[in-house]
């Protein structure tokens, strides 16, 4: 079947598309996001390993960085198609997995970053330093996991909006939305 360029039915294709190609960005730039960073993150002695690694920490946080932007590119795009059903879901869409979420992702990268620094001083300091350093180390962490948890709020609320505006509206099978 021909569809007409600029037709809504085009438009929805090419919106489709990108959307696709951005949940596929973003998936993949979380996983290597963990691929890198995580496995230096989680050990005990973290801030030794960021030192030594400092390309991999920023790394991650770049690829962190790149999900975030990725996933809350998403609502705006899909946001001039579900307004047309339900307005005010559409705009918490956006508020919480593009706003919120963009927001708590940023938030990640810079705590990941300031390790950087953190470590850098860790590795110079004498041994009168070493316990202040490891206390704004594990600080920094428990904000990252703070983060964490809040995306655990954000992005289950998002979700579930855009769900039902998908469900209710039926743009795409129930089975599948539902």
Do not use: C
Not at 50 to 70: C, D, K, P, R, Y
Not at 109 to 135: C, E, H, N, P, R
Not at 141 to 160: K, N, Q, T, V, W
């Amino acid at each position: 079947m021909n569809t007409i360029k600029g037709s809504p039915r085009e438009t929805s294709r090419k919106t489709a598309i990108i959307v696709g190609v951005l949940y596929i960005i973003g998936t993949v730039a979380g996983i290597l996001s963990l691929v890198f960073a995580g496995p230096i993150l989680d050990d005990p002695d973290y801030l030794l390993k960021v030192s030594a690694n400092e390309n991999q920490i920023i790394t991650g946080a770049l690829f962190v960085l790149t999900m975030g932007l990725a996933l809350a590119l998403v609502p705006v795009m899909m946001f001039p198609i579900l307004k047309k059903h339900y307005e005010g879901l559409a705009v918490g869409y956006v508020v919480f997995r593009g706003a919120l979420e963009t927001a708590s992702y940023i938030a990640m990268t810079i705590s990941w970053l300031l390790l950087i620094t953190l470590s850098q001083g860790y590795v110079k300091a004498g041994t009168l330093d070493v316990s202040y350093y490891q206390t704004l180390g594990a600080l920094v962490l428990r904000g990252h996991d703070s983060i964490r948890s809040i995306l655990e709020i954000i992005f289950p609320l998002g979700a579930l909006m855009f769900y039902t505006v998908l469900y209710q509206s039926k743009l795409i099978p129930r089975r599948i939305s539902g």
